[in-house]
């Protein structure tokens, strides 16, 4: 005897969830991404006529992030996932050694006398936030299977 359409469990398929998880890591990083523009718009700005810069940095963060929004939404394979754990890893491990400083006062993006007005550590808390998300989605779709089936009439 099978349920009537009203009664059965409603829920998606693995692949559409699948689907909605990756296009959400898509509009992360490129929401990542951006806010690297922004920042590298604000910190030249804020560095111009200074004898040092750092806003070269932010456009080295920001193309792989939007490279990376495109290939998500364009590609669904699990060595781009692996891979975008990974730079996720990178960036996040990079930032507390040198952006935050691990080397010693003066070292970090924090103590940059030109970045001070740009309330950088709220900029980084977010960013950072955003981008331990996005490692976890990428994780979520490189470790669990792909092909999944559940048969929801029963």
Do not use: K
Not at 115 to 143: C, D, K, Q, R
């Amino acid at each position: 005897m099978m349920a009537s359409a009203e009664t059965r469990l409603r829920t998606s398929p693995p692949s559409d969830r699948r689907t909605m998880t990756r296009h959400l890591a898509a509009a992360l990083c490129g929401i990542v991404g951006v806010l690297y523009l922004i920042l590298l718009l604000l910190v030249a700005d804020a560095e111009s006529g200074a004898s040092e810069n750092t806003y070269g940095a932010y456009l080295l963060l920001a193309v792989p992030y939007l490279i990376g929004a495109g290939l998500l939404l364009a590609v669904d394979r699990r060595a781009l996932w692996i891979a975008g754990a990974a730079v996720q890893v990178a960036v996040i491990v990079l930032f507390v050694m040198f952006g935050a400083g691990v080397f010693g006062p003066g070292q970090g993006v924090f103590d940059h006398d030109a970045l001070s007005g740009l309330h950088i550590e709220v900029w980084a808390a977010v960013i950072t936030g955003a981008e331990a998300v996005l490692l976890g989605l990428l994780s979520y779709l490189a470790l669990t299977p792909h092909s999944v089936r559940h048969d929801v009439r029963r």
